[in-house]
């Protein structure tokens, strides 16, 4: 059974950063991209960033693009979203998700896993 579990989302003041991980387990994580998404109140899921099964590939949303950095550690099957700069509009909760195939992809059918989310608050 796959299993993604996100943590590191909080409150924090504008301008401020947190890191979110997410840890996956039950399928070979090496083998899929990773993709971040967040939904805010009464609003739609939406792509946020996503990485390639290698990590040598990422692409970001316009919206957080050059502020927040994706990665992942292959051997601690683990991927980060490191959030800097951060402004109210990005409070949402932010879910971590598996991809089903190994290139990026920032289109929520390509996902077959989910993670809960995590929720992440930035006041002004």
């Known amino acids: 059974q796959v299993q993604l579990v996100e943590s590191g989302g909080g409150l924090v003041q504008a301008g401020g950063s947190l890191r979110l991980s997410c840890a996956a387990s039950?399928?070979?994580?090496?083998?899929?991209?990773m993709g971040w998404f967040r939904q805010a109140p009464g609003k739609e899921r939406e792509f946020v960033a996503t990485?390639?099964?290698?990590?040598?590939?990422?692409y970001y949303a316009d919206s957080v693009k050059g502020r927040f950095t994706i990665s992942r550690d292959n051997a601690k099957n683990t991927v980060y979203l490191q959030m800097n700069s951060l402004k109210p509009e990005d409070t949402a909760v932010y879910y971590c998700?598996?991809?089903?195939?190994?290139?990026?992809?920032?289109?929520?059918?390509?996902?077959?896993?989910w993670g809960q989310g995590t929720q992440v608050t930035v006041s002004s």
């Open positions: 990485i390639a099964w290698s990590g040598n590939s990422t």
């Open positions: 998700a598996s991809g089903r195939t190994r290139g990026i992809s920032w289109t929520l059918p390509l996902y077959d896993y």
């Open positions: 039950g399928r070979t994580f090496s083998s899929y991209a």
